[in-house]
Every structure is written in C-alpha cells, then in structure tokens.
C-alpha cells in the first residue's frame, strides 16, 4: 500500500513546490506591468519628507511636515516683473518645406523655418518669448531643453501648462542662469510635432568677468572664434545640418577657430568628429571641460538631446 502511493505522493509534493515559487512570480509580475492609464492625483499619500518648505500647487501641503503652505498657482512661477533683455516672438505653422530641390516635407515651422530661429542671450538674460500657434492642430508648447526655468515657463502641457491651441498665444518668461548649447522644442505630442521639427537652437554666452576653464588657449582661440550652430535633425530618412541636406558650408578665416554646437533632437546616438584635423571637446550639454585636449582621429558620441560643443581650428593657408 505504501508503494502504491509514493509515486502520487511526490507528484503532489512537486505541484505543491512549483505552485509556490511560481504564484508569486505571477504576482509580482502583474503587479509590475505599466497600468493603462494613470492620474498623478491618484498617485497616493503626498511625502511631506522633513526639509525646507517650498512654495506649492494649489491644495497640496508644502514640504517640511507641517501645515500647508499658501497656494500659489504655477502661473505665478515665472521670472520677476520688469523690462526683458530678449524679447521675441515665435510663430509655428504647419506647412510643408523645402528640404533640397525637389524633396518637400510636411513639417511644423518656426517663423517659416525649421529648424527655427537660433534664440541667442547672455547669461543672467532676462528672456521673455511670445509663441504663437497659427495652425499647429492638437495644440503646442515650447520647452527650453536643458534649461533651468521656473515651472510656468516649462512647456509641458498638461503639467505646467495648457497646450496652446491653433489661434492662440502663450508668453514665456525665465532668466537663463548658465551659458551653454541648449535647444528649445515643443512638448504636446513631441514624439511627432518634435520629429517634423517644431524646434530650434538656444545660444547662451558666458559673462563678461566669467573665467574660462578651457584654459589660456583656449580662451584665446576663443576671443575671435566664429559661433556655428549646428542642430541636427532627421526628417524621414533624411538627416540635415540647420535644415539643410548634404555639406553646411562656413567660412571660417585661415588660422582662425569654430565653435561647432552640435545639437542632436533624435532619438538616436550622433557620432561626430573632424576630419583631416584635431579639434577640442569644449563643452558637454552645456557644461565647460576643463582644460580639453587636442583629440584626433576620434569620434564624440552625443545622445539623443544632447549637445556637444567642438572647436576646430581652420588651418593657416586656408585649405579646407
């Protein structure tokens, strides 16, 4: 009788084995899978953690555990009043573009280009933009990638904003602290309206008294370099330097340096590098290297929406 039952015996045993490891799995399987939908305000219990109380949205208690904070609209977070030291606006429109003689695309422009506009300033600027949204269906925004600004001026729609819809304007407002590449782009239905090139480059320079941590070469290289933006962008399969397909020639003085800003709004790796030359890494994302060296022969891989900074010396007797 007992032989009889050990070979049902231990076929329970090994269901029961298995059931326990693989119930939990399953579990812990369905509780990690990315919900359909989700509501911030449905997220849970709000963390008052235990540091400095900071202004608040409205009918959310401020950080530090204690009472809540006076409500303050994101509206109100924004540059302080007063005259701006950039001021311009920015128009976008569906249409469609030219990319080389006979190749159009459907496109989203920026005051009739796309890429738009390069937006250029000081550090500590003031910078007050205007967006107008002539035709742009869905709506859309403008966000200051890699930028720091207030939460009014962050364009992202449905967070810190209302996506501006066709016929409408929305005014952005933000100091821009830090010099650097950065590049600006909308945020409502970015994975299209960013692809069929809703963007632009922003170009902040350095304080007059700021010290160059390139080095003394560098910064005298740097005194009479010619600033080249260079905002690369694929539309379809075709890859363009400042909107334009093939060579972007700039005439660059013999002897004399380029500041290349390569900014990549793929959504892939952009390998560049210099031919025939060495060339400098001067900056990363709009942060200086200290003391870059010459690098030859070598490539500098820039994520997508990052930015790289090069700078390339045109050789002396003027060939290319």
């Known amino acids: 009788m007992t032989a009889d039952r050990s070979p049902v015996l231990r076929r329970v ?6 059931a326990a490891v693989l119930v939990p799995l399953l579990l812990l399987w369905q ?12 997220a849970g219990a709000f963390e008052r953690g235990s540091g400095p109380r900071v202004t608040t949205l409205e009918g959310h208690a401020g950080h530090g555990g204690g009472p809540a904070a006076a409500a303050t609209s994101v509206d109100a977070l924004v540059a302080p009043p007063g005259p701006a030291d950039v001021a311009l606006t920015l128009t976008a429109r569906a249409e469609r573009v030219e990319l080389a003689p006979g ?3 459907d496109a989203y422009t920026v005051n009739g280009t796309t890429p738009g506009p390069t937006l250029r300033a000081a550090q500590g600027d003031v910078v007050e933009v205007r967006f107008v949204n002539e035709s742009v269906a869905g709506g859309a925004t403008l966000h200051w990638h890699g930028i720091d600004v207030p939460n009014a001026a962050d364009g992202v729609a449905g967070v810190t904003q209302d996506a501006v819809p066709a016929g409408g304007s929305h005014t952005y407002r933000f100091v821009v602290a830090d010099a650097g590449t950065f590049w600006y782009h909308s945020h409502q239905v970015s994975h299209e309206q960013v692809r ?10 350095p304080r007059r008294d700021a010290r160059p941590v390139g080095g003394p070469e560098v910064a005298r290289l740097l005194d009479d370099a010619v600033d080249v933006p260079a905002l690369v962008h694929r539309y379809g399969a075709r890859r363009t330097v400042q909107g334009a397909t093939g060579d972007l020639p700039v005439d660059v003085p013999p002897g004399t340096a ?5 900014i990549n709004t793929d959504n892939g790796v952009l390998p560049v590098w210099v ?15 200290h003391g870059p060296p ?4 070598r490539a500098v891989v820039v994520p997508a929406g990052g930015r790289a900074d090069l700078l390339v010396v045109a050789p002396a007797d003027g060939s290319a």
């Open 13 to 18: 045993v090994a269901g029961l084995a298995a």
């Open 31 to 42: 509780t990690s899978r990315t919900p359909g939908r989700f509501s911030v305000s449905e």
């Open 103 to 105: 190749v159009a695309t």
């Open 196 to 205: 069929k090139g809703l963007l632009g480059a922003v170009v902040v320079s």
């Open 258 to 262: 380029a500041r290349v800003r390569v």
């Open 275 to 289: 031919g025939g030359a060495a060339f400098r890494l001067l900056a990363v994302d709009g942060t200086d290297v």
């Open 294 to 297: 010459e690098v030859r022969d």
